[in-house]
T-cell receptor
């Protein structure tokens, strides 16, 4: 089966600019996650969707980050405006449902903010 | 929220020896504990997981043990091979939300 797809793979921007990331989960996966992985750390959950509804966004910096999952399939994560500390890999993952199922990760987008 | 601590941060082993990584968690309500392997520049991939109603699980050279009373779980890799070199992350799930440890960089010396 096709895996989780993400684009772009790499992005370099200057601080205060805006950036958007796209994720296409595995077909049929109802739950979608966005993680931020700073170099040398484990992934940190930013937001979790169940179909097109938000289940958990408690760790999403809502003053600058936003995410949507229209039609319960693809999702976009936006940062506006970006800060230096946003430099990280942004990982998208999906799972069958909101249960104790394996999360499948995409290849990630490496963001560098200069 | 859940807090997961992972030790050691780096681990170097001779090929053929065993490697052990330990994690502790803070919330006794956590009920699912996966381990992910992440090779350099690649996505994390699940290698083994355990649920709170099980004390131990084994899959070929990999095993995981869970001590709910002490709130810690461990990954054991036996007969290590060069392809085991990677970063390993433990995680704990509460309310279907994963909290990850900081990772252990495992290097297998030939």
């Amino acid at each position: 089966e096709a895996g989780v797809a993400q684009s772009p793979r790499y992005k370099i921007i200057e601080k205060r600019q805006s950036v958007a990331f796209w994720c296409n989960p595995i077909s049929g996966h109802a739950t979608l996650y966005w993680y931020q992985q700073i170099l040398g750390q484990g992934p940190k959950l930013l937001i979790q969707f169940q179909n097109n509804g938000v289940v958990d966004d408690s760790q999403l910096p809502k003053d600058r980050f936003s995410a949507e999952r229209l039609k319960g399939v693809d999702s976009t994560l936006k940062i506006q405006p970006a800060k230096l500390e946003d430099s990280a890999v942004y990982l998208c993952a999906s799972s069958l449902g909101r249960t104790l199922n394996e999360q499948f990760f995409g290849p990630g987008t490496r963001l560098t903010v200069l | 929220g859940e807090n997961v601590e992972q030790h050691p941060s780096t681990l170097s082993v001779q090929e053929g020896d065993s490697a052990v990584i330990k994690c502790t968690y803070s919330d006794s309500a956590s009920n699912y504990f996966p381990w992910y392997k992440q090779e350099l520049g690649k996505r994390p991939q699940l290698i083994i997981d355990i649920r709170s109603n099980v004390g131990e699980k084994k899959d070929q050279r990999i095993a995981v043990t869970l001590n709910k009373t002490a709130k810690h779980f461990s990954l054991h890799i036996t007969e290590t091979q060069p392809e085991d070199s990677a970063v390993y992350f433990c995680a704990a799930s509460i309310d279907y939300k994963l909290s990850f440890g900081a990772g252990t960089t495992v290097t297998v010396r030939a």
